[in-house]
């Protein structure tokens, strides 16, 4: 799955859009290298690092901006980051015991149908928080 950045995807936080931008196209990155079948090089051990810092930061700054806005979808947003963290790291410990390319294209799936899902159904929510102007 390519995903692709749509303007409707705003969460009004200019940061945090850009961050998700970032975010689409490692995921994009990912996809390249499975289409490519390089599931075991450098390049692909370099994009989960950076996919992995990415994340980190984003979710991080993304819950406490939901929370500073009083943003009504702030728990449910905390849990799916939760969910996702917990099987990027059971993909990354799993992987890292027996690279297959399989592995690596299952993961890319789940991630990015993860993405496009969370960003359209739970992320948005923030653009009118921030609009309304609750929790300044």
Not at 3 to 23: C, M
Not at 42 to 53: I, R, T
Not at 89 to 115: D, N, P, T, V
Request: aromatic letters at 12%.
């Amino acid at each position: 799955m390519t995903l692709f950045w749509k303007p409707w995807y705003t969460t009004r936080d200019a940061v945090l859009d850009e961050q998700h931008r970032t975010i689409f196209e490692l995921m994009n990155d990912l996809g390249a290298l499975v289409e490519a079948g390089r599931y075991d090089c450098a390049e692909l051990e370099a994009l989960l690092k950076a996919l992995d810092v990415q994340v980190d930061e984003h979710f991080v700054l993304e819950e406490g901006c939901m929370a500073k806005h009083g943003c009504p979808m702030a728990q449910k947003n905390k849990e799916e980051h939760n969910q996702f963290l917990h099987h990027f790291e059971s993909f990354k410990k799993s992987y890292g015991k027996k690279k297959s390319l399989e592995a690596l294209k299952s993961f890319h799936e789940y991630a990015s149908s993860w993405m496009h899902e969370h960003v359209c159904f739970v992320d948005i929510h923030l653009r009118s928080c921030i609009r309304s102007g609750r929790g300044d």
